[in-house]
């Protein structure tokens, strides 16, 4: 798969494996040769941001249930298996009902079991709010998001949120604006889940978008904007 570049935050970096800012986009339902979609009880669309914020298009995700909407990059092959990423998103409102309610964000995925998770979270009840955790599905160490009250997840407002997949280790590592959040990093024997070790699959597809895993939640439907998607051989940072 090749590099997309346009106008805007994505520039001719040869350490960019993927970049995609909707500027060269058409406004209406979001397609693109360099990546594909993946729906169910959702849509994704490239529109203009509001009025207010910053100038140029967005991708505009929203779901109604458990549905999902994600775009998908394909045919990766990072070096190392390891590799950084970066979104800016914006969250109407988290599920507040049922319980537990699991949300991702992020999902990377591959050769061998597992569906990893380095942006997602849940409602967490005793602690009245929804938080932010990594997580994984599927693999050898179960299911499991490890969410951190450190981390609360804030609706309504703009964040660049940063990742970094280091297969050396298996770690995962997250930022938000620019701000390390060690609690949030997971590796290959300090995770969620089964007494056992974390492993990365060789990944492939990288998915960006909104998927709530519980039926009738509230609110019954989801509102995310996304942009300046990137995921690179080297930081990508919040600054371009």
Not at 37 to 55: F, Q
Not at 73 to 94: H, I, K, M, Q, Y
């Amino acid at each position: 798969m090749g590099h997309h570049h346009s106008r805007g935050t994505c520039t001719d970096d040869p350490a960019l494996l993927f970049c995609e800012d909707f500027e060269s986009l058409p406004p209406g339902e979001a397609g693109s040769p360099h990546w594909e979609t993946d729906t169910e009880n959702g849509t994704l669309t490239v529109e203009p941001h509001p009025a207010g914020h910053r100038a140029g298009q967005h991708l505009r995700v929203r779901t109604k249930g458990n549905g999902k909407a994600f775009l998908a990059v394909t045919d990766l092959a990072p070096p190392g298996n390891s590799f950084w990423g970066r979104v800016r998103l914006r969250v109407a409102a988290f599920p507040t009902a049922p319980d537990w309610a699991h949300w991702t964000m992020v999902e990377a995925t591959g050769r061998g079991p597992g569906y990893i998770r380095p942006l997602g979270g849940q409602y967490v009840p005793p602690a009245g709010k929804n938080l932010w955790g990594v997580g994984s599905d599927g693999g050898p160490t179960g299911d499991w998001t490890a969410w951190q009250e450190s981390a609360p997840a804030r609706a309504g407002v703009w964040s660049c949120v940063e990742w970094r997949m280091d297969a050396s280790d298996n770690r995962i590592e997250v930022w938000f604006d620019g701000e390390p959040q060690p609690d949030l990093t997971v590796d290959t024997r300090n995770h969620g889940g089964a007494e056992v070790d974390f492993v990365f699959p060789e990944f492939d597809t990288v998915k960006f978008g909104w998927q709530l895993y519980q039926g009738d939640p509230s609110p019954s439907g989801y509102d995310v904007r996304m942009d300046d998607l990137a995921l690179g051989t080297e930081r990508v940072g919040c600054e371009r």
